[in-house]
């Protein structure tokens, strides 16, 4: 039975450790006790063995970079190819619509605006539902500032992802799941641990642990705030009001290789001033807390298992992790498979 394990406990740890023991057959070729060359799903009397699958991670929800996340299901900081990042966004909008369907917290769609200065569509919009490009008049109407010259109307969904990443622990324990607290130094360090498949899925993390100096830092500020009043999003070129199960993120930085991750109160207060002047209820809004994480950001997500090796990575999703996350995780578990495959063929040799 190999064994795998996961490094990184945010959405992208957790997720694709999860889909690992969910996707992969749920049995075991036995061939020297049955004598079979093929899975036996088909034998009842065959105990069901679903793969061992660790995750080890220094932090672990609500402690993570996910956990600051708006949620927003939306590309957003993430210059990967927008083709790959379209397949991912709706490989992850049909498991919400999943997570949804089986009534959890901390998923629903949700509509609003996006409000700009210049006229482009794009092209992550045709996974979106109820999209209506705004006429020259309906700008009129919903413009705040001068600089909102375009805009369309959508609907996306938000995943509150310490809810989500609660849910995803708890079915990953039920199929035998482990968890293993320790912070890796150099990911050499897990290959001596007599792991078969290494998925390595620690964000920001990677640019120490693999020596990635590709995956840098962006810095993003958020207020959490509670107005029942706003019913709809509105998102601009530079703020953003997203709504959440029971509050609504304002945010809108995005300071590139800042590593401070202390909250900055001036500019608390002007992210909630400028969305006050975006959607002027937000003035009875009652502040709950401000947060700030450092965005895992990358030219493109490192999404490839290294040659003749055992490690497959996933990491460096920008603004974009929640979004792409199950999409990425899925694409995980055929890397997987395909390792798993080639052992075997290697082991017969
Ligand atoms: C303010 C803000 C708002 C955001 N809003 C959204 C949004 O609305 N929608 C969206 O899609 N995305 C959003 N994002 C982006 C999203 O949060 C990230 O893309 C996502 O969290 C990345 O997930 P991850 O699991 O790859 O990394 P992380 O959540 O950073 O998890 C990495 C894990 O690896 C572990 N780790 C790292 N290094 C080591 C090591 N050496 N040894 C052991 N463990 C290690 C960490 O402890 C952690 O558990 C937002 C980000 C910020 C900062
Ligand atoms: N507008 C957004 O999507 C914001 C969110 N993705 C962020 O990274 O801040």
Redesign the pocket.
């Known amino acids: 039975m190999p064994k795998i394990v996961v490094?990184?406990?945010?959405?992208?740890?957790?997720?694709t450790a999860l889909a690992i023991q969910e996707s992969i057959p749920k049995c075991q070729v036995i061939k020297q006790r049955m004598n079979l060359s093929v899975c036996v799903s088909s034998y009842p009397d065959v105990q069901f063995q679903i793969f061992p699958v660790t995750v080890?991670?220094?932090?672990?929800?609500p402690?993570?970079?996910?956990?600051?996340?708006?949620?927003?299901?939306?590309?957003?900081?993430c210059d990967d190819d927008v083709d790959r990042i379209i397949k991912w966004t709706r490989t992850t909008i049909l498991r919400i619509q999943e997570y949804m369907a089986g009534g959890h917290p901390g998923a629903e769609e949700q509509s609003g605006y996006y409000l700009s200065s210049v006229k482009s569509i794009p092209k992550w919009l045709e996974v979106m539902k109820n999209v209506h490009i705004l006429s020259e008049k309906e700008m009129k109407e919903v413009a705040k500032r001068p600089e909102h010259k375009f805009g369309f109307f959508y609907t996306t969904w938000?995943l509150e992802?310490t809810a989500y990443i609660k849910w995803e622990t708890e079915q990953f324990l039920k199929n035998g799941g482990q968890f293993l607290q320790?912070?890796?130094?150099k990911i050499d360090d897990v290959s001596k641990m007599g792991y078969d498949v290494i998925v390595n899925?620690?964000?920001?993390?990677?640019r120490?642990?693999v020596g990635d100096k590709e995956v840098y830092p962006?810095?993003?500020?958020?207020l959490r705030v509670e107005c029942p009043r706003v019913k709809h999003f509105l998102i601009d070129d530079e703020y953003y009001a997203?709504l959440n199960e029971n509050t609504i993120?304002l945010?809108g930085?995005q300071d590139r290789n800042q590593w401070n991750t202390t909250i900055n109160p001036i500019l608390s207060q002007k992210i909630f001033e400028e969305n006050c002047r975006n959607i002027p209820s937000l003035r009875s809004a009652r502040i709950l807390s401000a947060?700030?994480?450092?965005?895992?950001t990358r030219g493109t997500v490192r999404l490839e298992a290294e040659p003749n090796g055992k490690v497959i990575h996933?990491?460096?999703?920008?603004?974009?992790?929640?979004?792409?996350?199950w999409g990425c995780a899925m694409e995980c578990v055929n890397l997987v498979k395909k390792m798993m495959l080639e052992e075997k063929k290697n082991s017969k040799i």
């Open positions: 490094l990184g406990a945010g959405i992208n740890g957790i997720s080890i991670s220094d932090r672990f929800s402690n993570t970079t996910s956990d600051v996340a708006a949620g927003l299901i939306e590309p957003y900081l938000y992802p320790q912070k890796i130094n899925c620690t964000g920001l993390g990677s120490e642990m962006t810095r993003g500020q958020v997203l993120t945010g930085t947060h700030v994480d450092l965005r895992p996933n990491y460096g999703h920008g603004g974009s992790g929640i979004t792409l996350h």
